[in-house]
């Protein structure tokens, strides 16, 4: 594969400017300036809240300074609670080219797009310049995630990320799986396969804190389709979702905008600490999946069986598809037919090694489906976690 | 005489009914398959009454009241009727052990109310 070297030595397989709101006030100038430059990778992100939230400003600080990000330019209103400066530092400490804006110091809207607009187009050049060396599979950190499950998921696109999951442990691969409100049900023989005790332990523990969690909300991750498409309880839902992690030894449970250092299988415990506040923890996949690329995640593997069809920002998102009729109903969104298998056509090994060379693929400049029809999906809401597990 | 819609008849599927694990009392639909189907389970022939969905699950045999529903080898609710082999097993006769199941009422359903 062929990488941009970032000058804190992470590589990258894009090499996307970030235009980054730091309060819903400053959205609409950062998607202008944005939006000026659709035939470049110029990406939007950002965060809704007025008031500061550790979590969000961890979150923030680790997708600013992803591999696949080049450089940032960051819009504030100015009378908003995010640290601004403290963003602004660990993306000029990370070597990055950055800027801020503050629309109420730059005359407001119109002077600060065209500012901001004049910078991107400077700083565009500059990352065209941006140099290319490899990068191994064992450099890469892959998430998954699934969303619009169905009966199907469980059989097909999971067991089959599965097998691609295994393939890139094997290989030196950091690999991540999450959503512990997910895996109700599977704590205990998930925990059968954790390396050491206390990372069993961690398991048991994190699943736990989600079933107490969705309990107190009324319900758990589980939406309308997942029953049209034939699961009926969560417990279901989680066996399926279970069969993404693979075989591998489980290395160790991390934390949103934790990087795993260590070649391995980690399970992403996103369910908040302590009591429940702010809401559901994830509100949609977008969430899930942008926490996955905080945890450094080049690419995200995603099984479905409704049929989603989002992407990312940030990283690119290969579309398992696990239903072979959503498949044939929506093919110009998936990237992979796992559905396949239940009508015969194909194996999980194959599914597994077609994924595997997906990937590959994408680090030779190959965009995904979802990249192609420009869907760069984002969010971001508060949340808590004890100090010091959201900021490893 | 029901339509015998076996997988072998229509040449194109080993089983319209997949074990995924020897523990498992369901098993799931690799295809949809029409009321007043003969399906093989465990190998004998069990007419299915009412159709089932591709993906959905069927009783692979008799279920009391209260007994737990095992998928892939681990336990995925309880019954809350009694089902016969054979028969869909959803919402209508199951529930989690966990979290309750939220599904959103249809157009029809909205306007009877």
Redesign the interface.
């Known amino acids: 594969m062929q990488a941009y070297l970032r000058e804190d030595g992470s590589k990258g397989i894009r090499n996307s400017l970030l235009v980054v709101y730091l309060v819903e006030c400053a959205h609409h100038v950062a998607r202008g300036i944005s939006q000026k430059f659709p035939d470049q990778d110029v990406q939007l992100i950002g965060f809704p809240g007025c008031y500061p939230n550790s979590y969000a400003q961890s979150l923030m600080e680790s997708l600013v300074t992803h591999s696949n990000v080049g450089a940032v330019l960051l819009i504030s209103l100015g009378c908003e609670g995010f640290n601004r400066y403290g963003l602004e530092k660990v993306i000029s400490d990370s070597g990055r080219p950055v800027n801020t804006l503050v629309i109420q110091e730059n005359h407001g809207t119109a002077q600060t797009m065209e500012t901001g607009s004049q910078w991107v187009e400077k700083t565009l050049t500059q990352l065209a310049a941006t140099a290319t060396v490899s990068m191994s599979v064992n450099e890469l950190i892959i998430g998954t995630i699934c969303g619009g499950s ?3 998921s ?2 097909t696109a999971n067991p089959g990320i599965g097998r691609a999951f295994d393939q890139f442990v094997a290989k030196g691969a950091r690999c991540i799986f999450e959503e512990t409100g997910e895996l ?3 704590e205990g ?1 998930m925990s059968e396969r954790a390396a050491s005790a206390k990372v069993a332990k961690d398991i048991v523990q994190a699943v736990e804190k989600a ?1 107490i969690y ?2 107190v909300l ?3 991750s ?3 389709g997942n ?1 049209d ?2 699961l ?5 839902k989680s ?2 979702a279970y ?1 993404k992690s693979g075989a591998s030894n489980i290395d160790g449970v991390i934390y949103p905008a934790q990087i795993p250092k260590r070649t391995g299988l980690y399970l992403l415990d996103v369910v908040p600490d302590g009591e429940v506040r702010f809401g559901f923890p994830n509100i949609a996949d977008s969430a899930e999946i942008i926490e996955l690329i905080s945890c450094g995640a080049h690419v995200v593997l995603f099984a479905t ?1 409704r049929g989603s069809v989002v992407g990312s920002a940030i990283s690119p998102v290969i579309k398992v598809c696990a ?3 959503t498949y044939r109903n929506m093919c110009a969104d998936m990237d992979v037919d796992a559905g396949r298998i ?3 056509r194909g194996t999980l090994d194959e599914v597994g090694q077609e994924i595997f060379d997906l990937v590959v693929g994408l680090g030779n400049g190959v965009q995904s489906k979802s990249e192609q029809m420009g869907h760069r999906e984002y969010l971001l809401t508060y949340k808590y976690f004890s100090a010091g597990r959201a900021c490893a | 005489m029901p339509t015998v819609n076996t997988p072998q008849s229509q040449g194109e599927l080993d089983n319209a009914l997949l074990l995924l694990d020897d523990r498992d009392n369901c098993l799931v639909a690799c295809r949809s398959i029409a009321a007043n189907s003969v399906v093989d389970i465990d190998q004998q022939s069990v007419l299915i009454i009412y159709a089932i969905d591709l993906a959905h699950k069927a009783a692979r045999k008799d279920i009391a009241c209260g007994d737990k529903i095992v998928k892939y080898g681990a336990v995925i609710g309880s019954a809350t009727l009694a089902i016969k082999r054979g028969e869909h097993i959803h919402l209508h006769n199951m529930q989690s052990d966990y979290l309750p199941t939220y599904i959103i009422p249809t157009r029809s359903e909205i306007e009877e109310r």
């Open positions: 169905d009966g199907t469980g059989i109700i049900g599977c023989i079933a969705y309990d009324g319900h758990g589980f939406a309308p029953a498409g034939g009926t309880t969560q417990e279901e066996m399926g069969a069986g239903n072979p009729q239940i009508e015969n």
